[in-house]
């Protein structure tokens, strides 16, 4: 059991280590859905505290209603609204996902949310 753990984990290094910047995003936005489906607020606090920390406040007006809306996420999680929670978002990982895959794109000058491997592995932990 504990070998198939470690290869789980090297697994998900690995896939954070060559992910791009947007992919390396959905990881977070995915650790932050599950830690909602179980409930797990501790996770998904962590998984929130990575999407604040890579938002760009070069870009105010974005940056500030992703962190209105990451912390009404980590309000209705203290108030066991998981539900509500996952579905915000689920909406922004899926906006982002388009992003991914070039159906959506980037307004001109604006960058994906700054998720380092450190970042998005931290927020897998646990």
């Known amino acids: 059991m504990y070998a198939r753990n470690n290869i789980?984990?090297?697994?998900?290094?690995?896939?954070?280590?060559?992910?791009?910047?947007?992919?390396r995003l959905l990881i977070v936005y995915d650790v932050a859905l599950l830690a909602c489906a179980r409930g797990d607020l501790e996770k998904l606090g962590r998984a929130l505290g990575v999407l604040i920390e890579g938002l760009n406040f070069d870009y105010p007006e974005v940056a500030y209603k992703l962190?209105?809306?990451?912390?009404?996420?980590?309000?209705l999680a203290r108030k066991k609204q998981f539900g509500e929670a996952a579905r915000l978002l689920g909406e922004l990982r899926l906006a982002w996902a388009a992003v991914a895959q070039g159906e959506l794109s980037i307004p001109m000058g604006m960058s994906v949310p700054a998720v380092g491997y450190a970042e998005a592995r931290l927020s897998m932990s646990g």
């Open 67 to 75: 962190l209105a809306i990451y912390q009404w996420c980590g309000e």
């Open 8 to 23: 789980g984990q090297a697994y998900r290094e690995q896939q954070i280590e060559t992910a791009s910047p947007v992919e």
